[in-house]
């Protein structure tokens, strides 16, 4: 078993201008979510998802989203 199969998903919903939203958070049981959740006050913004990479992708294509964000970023 690996780490990431020990870890389950859980769902949580939150009300935000007039909206309901919600979330997921990866954790071994209710008990661990709930306690993510209450550390989530405390988070750091780290910044905005662009795209996400599947691991299938080949070496190449790795190599060319990673060249097409360095220039998004640089200009």
């Not at 954790?27 to 405390?42: F, G, T, V």
Request: hydrophobic content about 50%.
């Amino acid at each position: 078993m690996t780490a990431s199969e020990r870890y389950r998903t859980f769902l949580f919903t939150y009300q935000y201008e007039g909206a309901d939203w919600s979330l997921e958070i990866k954790a071994r049981d209710m008990y661990d979510a709930k306690a993510r959740i209450a550390k989530l006050m405390r988070a750091r913004y780290d910044g905005e998802l662009m795209v996400r990479i599947p691991a299938q992708m080949s070496f190449a294509v790795k190599v060319i989203v990673w060249i097409q964000n360095l220039i998004k970023g640089i200009f």
